[in-house]
């Protein structure tokens, strides 16, 4: 699997019958493979995890957090073609669909807006979080945090125990120490081999506060230096 990673929340997955691309919201993309078919995901609308420009791509489905909203005037005001259009699937928490043959996706309520994506395909299985994530923010109100925490942990449990290969996580150093709940809860409530963190707003050197504070998870933790950043894994 080779990844690419395209700024804030965005990658681009190269698997040998698919390529996926999560969250493009900046950034421009490497030159897409022909002859393998590609799946745009966009967990919800926030501008730092989604684009109009994506519907200019070519995929095969363009598969979209519920608040995505394909309403006629977001379609033309986002130059959303009829063709484009016929290949938008709306998606709130709970689905289940086979996207291609072989490649099944499942979708998690997210604590913020829209979905967090779970996708297997080739044997392999790759989570992006999207805006899922443990939101603790120091200054908010206790009964906010107090629900928070439990809309995450009941939201992440589908997550409990399941082997993933690749798992794109929030590191959010906005929260400073708080914005480590959420990874090591995911961390350790999942069978994850490698998580490359996201959500960063270029302060790439958070991870290694994080891996400082918890470091059982180095090697599993890839830290990202650099926008354009490519990674091979197995």
Same mark, same amino acid.
């Given at each position: 699997?080779?990844?690419? $990673? &395209?700024?804030?929340s965005?990658?681009?997955?190269?698997?040998?019958s698919?390529? !996926?691309?999560?969250?493009?919201? *900046? %950034? #421009?993309?490497?030159?897409?493979?022909?002859?393998?078919?590609?799946?745009?995901?966009?967990?919800?609308?926030?501008?730092?995890?989604?684009?109009?420009?994506?519907?200019?791509?070519?995929?095969?489905?363009?598969?979209?957090?519920?608040?995505?909203?394909?309403?006629?005037?977001?379609?033309?005001?986002?130059?959303?073609?009829?063709?484009?259009?016929?290949?938008?699937?709306?998606?709130?928490?709970?689905r289940?669909?086979?996207?291609?043959?072989?490649?099944r996706?499942?979708?998690?309520?997210?604590?913020?807006?829209?979905v967090? $994506? &779970?996708?297997?395909?080739?044997?392999?299985?790759?989570?992006?979080?999207?805006? !899922?994530?443990?939101?603790?923010? *120091? %200054? #908010?109100?206790?009964s906010?945090?107090?629900?928070?925490?439990?809309?995450?942990?009941?939201?992440?449990?589908?997550?409990?125990?399941?082997?993933?290969?690749?798992?794109?996580?929030p590191?959010?150093?906005?929260?400073?120490?708080?914005?480590?709940r959420?990874?090591?809860?995911?961390?350790?409530?999942?069978?994850?081999?490698?998580?490359?963190?996201?959500?960063?707003?270029?302060?790439?050197?958070f991870?290694?506060?994080?891996?400082?504070?918890?470091?059982?998870?180095?090697?599993?933790?890839?830290p990202?230096?650099?926008?354009?950043?490519?990674?091979?894994?197995?």
């Amino acid at each position: 699997m080779r990844i690419s $990673f &395209l700024g804030h929340s965005g990658f681009l997955l190269e698997l040998p019958s698919a390529t !996926l691309l999560f969250d493009w919201s *900046e %950034g #421009e993309l490497p030159t897409l493979r022909p002859g393998r078919p590609l799946l745009v995901f966009a967990s919800h609308h926030h501008e730092d995890h989604f684009r109009p420009a994506i519907f200019q791509l070519g995929a095969a489905a363009f598969l979209l957090g519920k608040d995505v909203r394909m309403s006629a005037r977001n379609r033309e005001r986002w130059g959303v073609s009829p063709e484009a259009a016929a290949r938008c699937v709306t998606l709130g928490g709970g689905r289940r669909l086979e996207p291609l043959p072989g490649v099944r996706v499942e979708t998690l309520t997210s604590t913020d807006e829209g979905v967090a $994506f &779970l996708v297997t395909a080739d044997g392999q299985t790759v989570f992006h979080a999207g805006d !899922l994530n443990w939101w603790h923010w *120091e %200054g #908010e109100d206790v009964s906010w945090n107090t629900e928070m925490a439990l809309h995450f942990q009941e939201f992440t449990a589908p997550l409990r125990g399941k082997h993933i290969d690749l798992a794109m996580l929030p590191l959010d150093p906005r929260l400073g120490r708080d914005g480590f709940r959420g990874p090591r809860y995911f961390l350790e409530l999942a069978d994850i081999a490698r998580a490359l963190p996201m959500h960063q707003w270029q302060d790439f050197g958070f991870t290694a506060k994080f891996l400082e504070e918890f470091p059982q998870f180095a090697g599993r933790v890839v830290p990202i230096s650099h926008v354009g950043q490519e990674f091979l894994l197995p």
